[in-house]
């Protein structure tokens, strides 16, 4: 089994910054891709981007592109999301995810979720 524990979220203003952090426990060398999700209130779960193993794949979606990255850390089971220009909209509750697959961006391919940190912007 795999564990995941997100941290870093909290409450900020519109414009400002916040770094997401991701560690992963268990059995982790049979982890591939990772990704993080988000949901806010009433709406569906959505990627919101997504790494290779290796890093050299990522995938953003369209909405945090230029202003979010996403990185990890193989030999620290660590992965982070760097949240630049935070919008109100940006507002939910932010998953990490992985899977042992060697990619996948839907929610539906992941094995194994956190349990979720708040992200809240204020405007």
């Known amino acids: 089994q795999v564990q995941l524990v997100e941290s870093g979220g909290g409450l900020v203003q519109a414009g400002g910054s916040l770094k997401l952090s991701c560690a992963a426990s268990?059995?982790?060398?049979?982890?591939?891709?990772m990704g993080w999700f988000r949901q806010a209130p009433g709406k569906e779960r959505e990627v919101v981007a997504a790494?290779?193993?290796?890093?050299?794949?990522?995938y953003y979606v369209d909405s945090v592109k230029g202003r979010f990255t996403i990185s990890r850390n193989n030999g620290k089971n660590m992965m982070y999301l760097q949240m630049n220009s935070l919008k109100p909209e940006d507002t939910a509750v932010y998953y990490c995810?992985?899977?042992?697959?060697?990619?996948?961006?839907?929610?539906?391919?992941?094995?194994?979720w956190g349990q979720g940190t708040q992200v809240t912007v204020s405007s």
């Open positions: 995810a992985a899977t042992r697959r060697p990619w996948a961006t839907t929610a539906g391919e992941y094995n194994y």
């Open positions: 268990g059995r982790t060398f049979t982890l591939n891709a």
């Open positions: 790494i290779s193993r290796s890093g050299d794949s990522t």
